[in-house]
């Protein structure tokens, strides 16, 4: 994870007051907030009840832009765009989108494109603008726990290199194969970066915060304050379930059961189709001899194998197969260990010790398969378990870094290549395309910002009206209105538009004026 340093200066979120006093006596789970001696801020203990990890935000904060579809000249004209860029339309169908949308205009926004053309230059012209530790108290002590990477020991060492005051602003970069077309005659590499400041939820999420494909060239070496070693982070989805499991425990496990039969293998198969459905699994009717593309698909098999296999390679029928079960059943616990989103000093230590015994039972396999069958085992990913809880201490929890979020990204890339590219020097155009996506993401969360604001100032208006309404007699209620509505074309001159539409509706319909006099309100 490079760790990329500015001095900053303003906070994600406003400090919520410590919810005891300085007599307070400490109770079982109170959650002890203590900073980088160079923030200048003292140590604090909250409540467990009372303690928010990112307190919300003031109400009051600043109006938010009155426009925020600029520079669009509409907020017709970019909801369209958005239309036609999410939809992939070519240069005909988006000509087509724009005549018809030209013709149904209606109202007062102004529609003004003419071609594709307009909507580029109009793309080109927004491009333009576009810490400290935790601890709980367990009834004798405050115990320390990790979870977001700024609980972690590498933003705190980090920041006792920087001048007092300044806070580091780190981003974590991914990079991975994808295949962009079938057959894989041609593939990207994307490079996606985002924020390690924010909310592990709002970095693995979509949108505004979330990840995005970047191209720099040597970035490490243009990055201050980093050390490419330390920032290289333990991978599970790729090291793990895509690597060690899937190209090793699995293929080795799979020979296992081939060498017991026929029956063997269907009766494997018949029990991963048997196998109960439940949330997030990626349930596979068939997974002998089958190779999977998606990385997901393994880890679901690992957690399965073992009750699926358990009563059918035993130690007297196949001892190796038994050993190499073994195996993933300690593979699964040092997964689940490094797969807890929160660590404390004894959570970290549990999963050291069942590293430890991975490496042990593996290496008894190993060593009795070496005259059997020529395996090579001496590859990376088998030595990066003993890393991985360095890197949790050091970088806070491993769904910080995990790669899985971003696997999602290779289907827009995917579909930028075949909607959006002419198949040639496709790089750039493909980053062209994910600004474009960003800047729409970017404008639609203002124009999402601007309706709640002015819901939040319809609903003020409606209440100053009924206020009015009842402080005042039937004679000035026009006059008032109008004074709040002010601003609203609609109600100017209310009280005019009024006394013409009622002095001559009236007599239309056979009702005198009051006393035959022109009404004035």
């Known amino acids: 994870m490079p760790l990329i340093c500015h001095q900053l200066t303003d906070t994600l979120y406003p400090e919520p007051e410590p919810s005891v006093d300085n007599d307070h006596i400490f109770t079982k789970d109170d959650i002890k907030v203590e900073h980088h001696p160079n923030s200048g801020i003292k140590a604090k203990v909250y409540v467990f009840e009372d303690f928010?990890?990112?307190?919300?935000?003031?109400?009051?904060?600043?109006?938010?832009n009155k426009k925020p579809w600029l520079p669009f000249k509409s907020r017709l004209e970019f909801e369209v765009t958005q239309i036609a860029l999410e939809a992939a339309l070519n240069n005909d169908q988006t000509d087509w989108l724009i005549k018809i949308c030209r013709q149904c205009a209606i109202g007062n926004n102004k529609f003004t494109f003419e071609n594709h053309k307009d909507i580029h230059r109009k793309w080109d012209a927004a491009s333009q603008r576009v810490t400290g530790r935790l601890s709980k108290f367990d009834g004798e002590n405050f115990v320390r726990f990790i979870d977001e990477p700024y609980t972690a020991d590498a933003f705190w060492d980090l920041q006792s290199q920087l001048p007092e005051g300044a806070k580091p602003l780190t981003f974590i970069l991914y990079t991975d194969k994808t295949k962009l077309s079938t057959p894989s005659t041609a593939k990207?590499?994307?490079v996606v970066a985002w924020s390690a400041n924010l909310p592990t939820d709002i970095c693995n999420g979509e949108g505004i915060g979330g990840g995005y494909v970047v191209k720099e060239d040597k970035e490490f070496a243009k990055s201050q304050h980093t050390d490419v070693h330390r920032a290289l982070s333990y991978d599970k989805l790729h090291f793990r379930d895509g690597g060690l499991f899937d190209d090793h425990l699995w293929v080795e496990f799979q020979k296992c059961l081939n060498g017991l039969g026929r029956d063997i293998v269907s009766h494997i198969d018949k029990r991963f189709k048997e196998f109960p459905r439940w949330r997030n699994q990626k349930h596979s009717n068939q997974v002998m001899d089958i190779a999977f593309t998606d990385s997901s698909i393994p880890e679901n098999i690992s957690k399965m194998i073992l009750y699926?296999?358990?009563?059918?390679?035993?130690?007297?029928?196949c001892l190796l197969g038994y050993l190499l079960l073994q195996c993933i059943r300690l593979y699964i616990e040092v997964d689940m260990h490094a797969s807890l989103e929160v660590h404390t000093s004894d959570t970290i230590c549990e999963g050291r010790n069942v590293v430890q015994m991975f490496s042990v039972f593996l290496k008894q396999y190993i060593n009795k398969t070496a005259d059997i069958e020529d395996k090579g085992w001496n590859f990376p990913k088998l030595h990066t378990d003993v890393h991985s809880f360095d890197d949790i201490k050091a970088k806070g929890a491993t769904w910080n870094y995990n790669m899985k979020p971003n696997e999602k990204m290779h289907g827009?890339?995917?579909?930028?290549?075949?909607?959006?590219?002419?198949?040639r020097n496709v790089a750039e155009q493909i980053l062209h395309v994910n600004h474009w996506q960003l800047i729409t993401e970017d404008i639609h969360r203002r124009l999402l910002d601007f309706d709640e604001y002015l819901g939040l100032q319809t609903q003020d208006q409606f209440d100053a009206a009924d206020d009015a309404l009842h402080a005042t007699d039937d004679a000035v209620i026009p006059l008032a209105v109008e004074n709040i509505y002010h601003s609203d074309d609609a109600f100017s001159n209310l009280r005019i538009r009024l006394n013409d539409f009622l002095n001559d509706f009236l007599p239309a319909i056979n009702i005198p004026l009051p006393q035959g006099k022109q009404i004035c309100l």
């Not at 928010?52 to 938010?64: F, I, V, Y």
């Open 412 to 423: 827009s890339s995917k579909d930028s290549y075949l909607l959006r590219t002419n198949f």
């Open 52 to 64: 928010q990890r990112n307190p919300m935000a003031a109400t009051s904060g600043p109006l938010p």
């Open 188 to 190: 990207a590499y994307p």
């Open 308 to 317: 699926a296999a358990h009563d059918v390679v035993t130690e007297e029928d």
